[in-house]
């Protein structure tokens, strides 16, 4: 296991049991690879064939570029940012995520940057957001009249579908390289393909054990013969229950700053994928101990609508060690150090939830490398595909999102 997962008292047994029954044909048709949409998600983990190719290619790209740039809206760019916040200790090349059209953080960008140094990376499933076709032909114009007609293409790589589609056509027109999406898994869930390996790689991350750690969560889902013994069920039924209770938030709390990204990601994943036909809950990114001082009042002594999600990490004895100059009211830190006060924080963080009766599902990991990551992008893309049968909807499609983009486009074209 790579994760130890309880949840205080507080939900009835009965009711768990009836959810997981419930779940028992879910488990099924994702056992027999039936489940046509999460299929291609469960057989990705396995996949080894496209690693090399990836390796080799961020390898070039560190070895050439100061700065990689990766444009992307949406899971086309927040898993990769995931991935990339998870790399402690990497600083060449600085990486920098496009995922707003916000012209400020454009303009913030290309400032910090010199073209001639850069690598651009455009992701779209796609290949027509138009988000990212706004910022794709805004880098090309950068980098164009930067780096000059002859050489500037060579510095793009895009990401799309192998269909026809604007983002395809124009690096064609360009000559530039373009890397295959996959057609069968949709952006937010496309972490462990291309998407998010490529700049994990580029960060330095180990992207084999991404993917031994999420496969390793499949060989649980493969081996379980009730969902009783699938911790991916369990934490759906948990969720479902609590939101039966009236806890129709669900906060993510991992205490490391390098889990901020995952956190985000799971923000997005459950809230596109759940939030549909009036149902669903509402998903909370916090990262301990900074959101201790921002939300905590809120969640210990606020309306008892939340279920929280802690993970922790064992962090005693680790970190920089503090030194005192000499008495005070503070001499029991003399010696300790950050690790010890982290430790100290996450702890007592839980402790004070279950004593304020808050439902609080504790995902305790022993160490943080790509191996436990992989295995948390895996275990919560199965409990969404699993919470998602509890709730009767189709975790894999965004129709209001599609509106959205509708109404957009119709903007853009003088319509509205």
């Avoid at 750690?213 to 009783?228: E, H, Q």
């Avoid at 809950?281 to 900074?290: N, Q």
Wanted: net charge neutral; charged share 20%.
């Amino acid at each position: 296991m790579y994760f130890s997962h309880r949840i205080n008292d507080g939900f009835e047994k009965t009711r768990t049991d009836a959810l997981l029954a419930q779940l028992q044909p879910a488990l099924a048709r994702l056992q027999s690879r039936r489940n046509l949409e999460a299929t291609p998600l469960l057989e990705l983990p396995f996949r080894s064939d496209d690693i090399a190719a990836l390796e080799t290619l961020a390898a070039k790209i560190r070895g050439r570029y100061k700065h990689v740039v990766i444009a992307g809206a949406g899971g086309s760019g927040l898993g990769g940012k995931a991935l990339c916040a998870f790399a402690p200790t990497h600083l060449s090349p600085r990486l920098h995520f496009l995922e707003n059209i916000d012209p400020d953080s454009i303009a913030q960008t290309l400032a910090q940057i010199d073209a001639k140094d850069t690598c651009f990376i455009v992701i779209s499933k796609s290949g027509s957001t138009v988000e990212t076709l706004g910022h794709f032909h805004v880098l090309l114009e950068h980098a164009k009249a930067a780096i000059g007609e002859a050489h500037f293409a060579e510095q793009f790589i895009v990401i799309t579908t192998a269909a026809h589609n604007p983002m395809r056509a124009t690096a064609s027109h360009y000559g530039m390289p373009v890397l295959d999406h996959a057609d069968n898994i949709g952006g937010r869930f496309s972490v462990l393909t291309n998407v998010g390996l490529l700049p994990a790689a580029i960060a330095g991350l180990d992207i084999r054990s991404l993917r031994k750690g999420a496969a390793a969560i499949v060989k649980m889902l493969d081996a379980a013969t009730t969902p009783a013994d699938c911790e991916s069920a369990l934490g759906a039924a948990l969720q479902y229950g609590f939101m039966e209770k009236g806890c129709n938030v669900s906060v993510m709390i991992p205490y490391s700053e390098r889990l901020s990204g995952f956190s985000s990601w799971y923000r997005q994943s459950w809230a596109e994928s759940l939030g549909k036909a009036g149902k669903g809950t509402t998903p909370i990114r916090a990262v301990g101990t900074t959101d201790q001082h921002s939300q905590l009042q809120l969640y210990l002594d606020g309306p008892k609508d939340k279920l929280f999600h802690l993970i922790t990490v064992k962090r005693a004895g680790t970190g920089q060690c503090i030194r005192l100059p000499g008495p005070s009211e503070f001499s029991y830190l003399d010696g300790k150090t950050t690790g010890d006060i982290m430790e100290a924080q996450q702890q007592a963080t839980l402790a004070t939830l279950i004593q304020h009766r808050c439902p609080v599902r504790h995902f305790a990991l022993e160490k943080l490398d790509e191996e436990h990551l992989g295995a948390l992008f895996m275990h919560f893309t199965l409990e969404i595909i699993f919470m998602a049968e509890l709730l009767g909807c189709n975790p894999f499609d965004q129709p209001a999102v599609e509106e959205s983009k509708r109404l957009s486009r119709q903007h853009m074209q003088g319509g509205l």
